[in-house]
């Protein structure tokens, strides 16, 4: 893992309860295979990640 990827914070808000409905973590909002591979993504992986969380945040929508 580059030094970059170590340097991008994890979204976590310490609210960590999936939510049924839409498969996406209540706090954070992020699924849980992004939750899990998190520690092993690239910074381009991170990043994509963290771009999506704001449309999601919006429409609740995991895609």
Same mark, same amino acid.
């Given at each position: 893992m580059s030094t970059i990827s170590k $340097?991008?914070?994890s979204p976590c808000v310490n609210v960590c309860q999936m939510n049924p409905f839409n498969g996406? *973590?209540?706090? *954070?909002?992020r699924t849980l295979e992004e939750i899990a591979g998190w520690l092993d993504f690239s910074a381009t992986e991170k990043l994509a990640v963290?771009?999506?969380? $704001? $449309?999601?945040?919006?429409t609740g929508n995991p895609h």
């Open positions: $340097e991008i914070a996406l *973590c209540r706090g *954070c909002m963290l771009d999506k969380l $704001e $449309e999601r945040r919006r």
